[in-house]
């Protein structure tokens, strides 16, 4: 996930019973818990010796759907019953090919393992589909794209590309037999503020297509006019029974989201925001509600307190999954011996 831009070096830490944080006795999380969440499956993993062994305690699987096949989703369905599968898509940065944009799936930060992509599958059938003309463009540089994050073009959403995205995932990811979508990066000032998009700075840019400049005010207007009508339409295709979560920096509360995931270092050592946060969303969401709470980022906030919150923000809110972070570099894993796996 992107929400933060660099990972630390991977680290495999264990908490609340787990030597390495310094606990002495095993503690399980309660029973009210959603569940395990696990983020990133490739497909890759379904071949290794460890699967589904390792992998049978989660009960929501966010998977990258380069090489993802309809049959690898019914075998993550069949191998770990009750799970539920979600394809990853990203809401700023999308891996066309051209200039700084790789076409690399996940992009090119060093912190995170490159995945092949598969010129012959689902990204190609993406990059069909959706127009160069709408990444943002460097006017000053023969409209090449900018890349926010390394490796992909970064986009600012407009009904156009939104149209194209949801027709996309209505063709293309949906008839691979997944149960929704997890869509990263929908923080509410993703592109509100220059210190997100400092490459954007002194730069004269095009974010709506149409080959002018545009300024900062436009791109905020652009991403907080367009981000629900992506959601609303994206709804229509998945249905009221099918799954839809947003990754987001801090609170986020969008109509017809199941719910939110959030980074664990954004709580810092308080669950107050971050309870207020998911009070906030589950009061519009789509029911039944689905949140997580990643574990990460083991330098700002130690896991032993991570965990620590998590325990208690589980016991007031149900259907709240534990997320371990296998992608990223910030491999915590709470104690979840009792977990009811893949309940939402």
């Given at each position: 996930m992107f929400a933060t831009a660099m990972r630390s070096a991977a680290l495999a830490l264990g908490c609340l019973g787990v030597a390495s944080a310094g606990a002495g006795h095993k503690q399980?999380?309660?029973?009210?818990?959603?569940?395990?969440?696990?983020?990133?499956?490739?497909?890759?993993?379904?071949?290794?010796?460890?699967?589904?062994?390792k992998f049978a305690h989660y009960g929501l699987f966010i998977t990258q759907p380069t090489h993802f096949t309809a049959e690898l989703v019914r075998k993550v369905k069949r191998d770990v019953p009750g799970a539920k599968v979600l394809a990853y898509f990203d809401a700023v940065n999308i891996p066309i090919i051209a200039g700084c944009s790789t076409g690399s799936p996940m992009g090119n930060n060093p912190v995170q393992r490159s995945l092949p992509d598969d010129p012959a599958g689902y990204y190609k059938q993406?990059?069909?589909?959706?127009?160069?003309?709408?990444?943002i463009r460097d006017l000053g540089n023969k409209s090449t794209p900018i890349c926010v994050y390394p490796g992909l073009a970064g986009y600012v959403l407009m009904q156009e590309s939104a149209d194209a995205i949801v027709a996309f995932h209505k063709a293309v990811t949906l008839a691979r037999g997944y149960d929704g979508?997890?869509?990263?990066?929908?923080?509410?000032?993703?592109?509100?503020?220059?210190?997100?998009?400092?490459?954007?700075?002194?730069?004269?840019?095009?974010?709506?297509?149409?080959?002018?400049?545009?300024?900062?005010?436009?791109?905020?207007?652009?991403?907080?006019?367009?981000?629900?009508?992506?959601?609303?339409?994206?709804?229509?295709?998945?249905?009221?029974?099918?799954?839809?979560?947003?990754?987001?920096?801090?609170?986020?509360?969008?109509?017809?989201?199941?719910?939110?995931?959030?980074?664990?270092?954004?709580?810092?050592?308080?669950?107050?925001?971050?309870?207020?946060?998911?009070?906030?969303?589950?009061?519009?969401?789509?029911?039944?509600?689905?949140?997580?709470?990643?574990?990460?980022?083991?330098?700002?906030?130690?896991?032993?307190?991570?965990?620590?919150?998590m325990r208690a923000m589980i016991q007031q809110f149900p259907a709240v999954y534990a997320g371990d972070d296998w992608f990223d570099g910030s491999h915590i894993v709470c104690n979840a011996s009792t977990f009811q796996v893949g309940r939402a």
């Open positions: 399980a999380l309660p029973r009210s818990t959603g569940g395990r969440a696990y983020f990133l499956l490739t497909f890759d993993m379904l071949s290794e010796p460890g699967w589904p062994a993406l990059r069909s589909t959706f127009q160069e003309s709408w990444v979508l997890y869509v990263d990066m929908l923080t509410d000032d993703w592109w509100v503020a220059p210190k997100y998009a400092p490459q954007l700075v002194n730069v004269s840019f095009d974010c709506d297509g149409d080959g002018k400049p545009n300024t900062f005010t436009d791109l905020e207007t652009q991403w907080k006019g367009w981000r629900p009508y992506l959601i609303k339409q994206l709804r229509s295709v998945v249905g009221q029974d099918g799954i839809i979560i947003g990754n987001s920096a801090g609170a986020m509360s969008l109509p017809g989201l199941n719910g939110v995931t959030i980074e664990m270092e954004w709580c810092g050592t308080d669950m107050s925001a971050c309870l207020a946060a998911i009070k906030s969303s589950r009061a519009v969401a789509t029911q039944p509600p689905v949140d997580v709470f990643w574990l990460t980022q083991a330098t700002q906030v130690p896991p032993a307190v991570q965990c620590k919150i």
